[in-house]
């Protein structure tokens, strides 16, 4: 059982920086979809977009289906939300991981009395998270024993998911939860937080692998609705990851040909320092130096053709927080880029995993390796 620490707040990039603004000068190229979703903190999800004239904007030209789900999902103007398609709603994986949720929340909450029948209309407004995080955690949330005005939920809602977010080491980009979605009864994004919290404290818990759902992304223009379909996993792909890992040539790399790997290394370092030398950057050892993620971003920047602002990252990062922030941003940016087509535990790279950090490194050169500088 895990319990966690709350001594140090979550530190947010900002401030001035020791360098000039055109410090990446050279590529000033930008690439707006991905400069766009980090200025606006949103999350990253590999989606299968459709693309949709001005005409087919309108709710009216969409099935029938999808217009009694609209209904029953009121969007209002301006704003955008993700839902469970209801092809999705009901496939057998999906109830297996909610039966097996319920049955651990009732098992953990057996001695207060607190039952759940459903996710949706039991945890919205915080009291079951409340006393979930309380006997997991051992910690004690500032916050009153039930809430009954909207206002109060939100509040306590507010509260329970901060701890939850620092307890678990996540930065806001990487929540894919929130107070609204909720206290909205939101299936999704109460999923997402369970799953996260079991992973969390009770490791050994058995969730149902591969549970994924379709999902549909609304927003509500001045145009009518625009929609996004995509496939979102919920809990872990670990087909995808035995796949990867069974046929992984750095596996064969480390453990059968470890004569090989300094030339590997030499390679890359020479790859990197090509990119990276104009900005006065020389890169001698894989497992230090892209630790904090600087280096990465920058190579990306360059690489990618587009400037990073120094307001977006910590370019002298100077703990562990922020060493993460940077490495997040940069798996970010290379999944947004189609470059990143498998799962990475950021906290590998920060703790300086020579593996980890050369399949990534493995990833622009494959790209960019004819790339002139």
């Given at each position: 059982m895990g319990g966690c620490s709350f001594g140090a707040g979550r530190a947010e990039p900002g401030g001035p920086s020791p360098l000039p603004t055109n410090f990446i000068a050279p590529a000033v190229r930008r690439s707006w979809k991905s400069f766009r979703r980090i200025a606006e903190g949103e999350n990253i999800y590999q989606e299968r977009e459709k693309a949709m004239d001005p005409a087919s904007l309108n709710v009216l030209t969409q099935p029938a289906a999808l217009n009694q789900f609209l209904a029953e999902n009121a969007i209002a103007q301006g704003e955008k939300k993700k839902l469970i398609k209801p092809t999705s709603s009901h496939n057998t994986k999906l109830e297996e991981l909610k039966l097996l949720l319920i049955d651990w929340i009732n098992t953990t909450l057996k001695e207060e009395h607190i039952v759940v029948k459903s996710l949706e209309e039991d945890l919205y407004d915080g009291l079951v998270l409340h006393h979930l995080l309380e006997n997991l955690g051992s910690l004690k949330l500032d916050v009153d024993k039930i809430a009954l005005t909207e206002k109060k939920q939100r509040q306590k809602l507010s509260v329970i998911l901060e701890a939850v977010a620092k307890c678990l080491q996540l930065e806001e980009s990487q929540l894919k939860w929130s107070v609204e979605s909720i206290l909205t009864k939101d299936l999704l994004s109460t999923l997402h937080l369970l799953v996260a919290i079991a992973k969390h404290f009770k490791p050994s818990l058995a969730m149902p692998p591969n549970v994924q759902v379709e999902t549909?992304?609304?927003?509500?223009?001045?145009?009518?609705?625009?929609?996004?379909?995509?496939?979102?996993?919920?809990?872990?792909?670990?087909?995808?990851?035995?796949?990867?890992?069974?046929?992984?040539?750095?596996?064969?790399?480390?453990?059968?040909?470890?004569?090989?790997?300094?030339?590997?290394?030499?390679?890359?370092?020479?790859?990197?320092?090509?990119?990276?030398?104009?900005?006065?950057?020389?890169?001698?050892?894989?497992?230090?130096?892209?630790?904090?993620g600087v280096i990465l971003l920058l190579l990306i920047g360059q690489l990618e053709g587009y400037f990073l602002n120094l307001r977006n990252f910590f370019l002298t990062p100077a703990s562990t927080t922020e060493m993460l922030h940077n490495v997040n941003l940069a798996l970010d940016l290379l999944a947004d880029g189609g470059l990143l087509n498998f799962s990475v535990n950021s906290e590998d790279i920060v703790n300086g995993d020579v593996k980890t950090t050369m399949r990534i490194l493995y990833c622009l050169y494959s790209k960019y390796k004819t790339k002139e500088t």
């Open positions: 549909i992304t609304i927003e509500n223009t001045s145009r009518g609705l625009k929609t996004a379909n995509a496939v979102e996993y919920i809990t872990e792909n670990k087909e995808s990851l035995e796949v990867q890992s069974k046929d992984d040539a750095f596996d064969e790399l480390f453990s059968r040909a470890p004569d090989k790997l300094d030339a590997v290394k030499k390679v890359f370092l020479q790859f990197v320092n090509q990119h990276v030398g104009k900005l006065g950057l020389n890169v001698k050892d894989i497992e230090s130096q892209f630790a904090d």
